[in-house]
């Protein structure tokens, strides 16, 4: 046990084990500041597009506990954590892709639905990765590490997204955030 205490923390590790947060950050700061927008196109009532804002924080106490458990359970060849990672992200990165783009109300709603649940999938599994794969004596520090690379994510949000947006048009930040997450899971399997 002493041994554990003495061990280095390998930062290129924790940092790319983060990447997973790092994306769901970015996405996370791009919808909260862009999609109330994008329904006030629509919605007149702040009270409704209020309502459907809250809608990932439902998904998240209904579906998040559920695959995390369930990934706790899961045995394959990829690990217990990644065959959530690699079923839910790159399902969530075409959705978040679409999101500006939808033309009627119910369509953009169907969206936001199936995105917030693909994001529900794949969450939690993500966030388990560092207990999993870090010693326990580490595990405070990484997960210093990882939440600081979330609030750098968040930071580019805000900035880069609002300037990607002025620029280019919503699209083209929606569209940074997803190029993102599928870079961020490229390099998880990779790595």
């Not at 996405?27 to 459907?52: K, R």
């Not at 995105?115 to 990765?129: D, K, Q, T, V």
């Not at 609030?151 to 580019?156: D, E, P, Q, T, V």
Request: some cysteine.
């Amino acid at each position: 046990m002493q041994l554990q205490h003495n061990l280095k923390m390998d930062y290129k590790r924790t940092m790319l084990i983060g990447l997973g947060f790092f994306a769901s950050s970015l996405l996370w700061s791009i919808y909260n500041s862009f999609v109330p927008l994008i329904l006030q196109d629509y919605i007149t009532s702040t009270a409704t597009v209020g309502l459907i804002m809250t809608f990932d924080n439902v998904f998240g106490v209904i579906f998040q506990p559920y695959f995390g458990a369930r990934s706790d359970r899961t045995r394959t060849r990829f690990g217990r954590r990644m065959p959530y990672v690699l079923a839910g992200a790159p399902i969530c990165a075409l959705l978040f892709a679409l999101i500006p783009h939808m033309q009627v109300l119910w369509l953009l709603m169907l969206v936001i639905i199936v995105f917030n649940f693909g994001m529900s999938i794949w969450r939690a599994p993500m966030i388990a990765l560092m207990p999993d794969l870090m010693p326990d004596s580490q595990r405070s520090a990484a997960n210093g590490v990882i939440n600081l690379m979330g609030g750098i994510a968040s930071i580019i949000a805000f900035l880069g997204g609002g300037l990607i947006a002025n620029a280019y048009g919503r699209g083209a930040t929606f569209l940074m955030g997803s190029v993102v997450m599928i870079l961020a899971v490229v390099v998880l399997v990779l790595t």
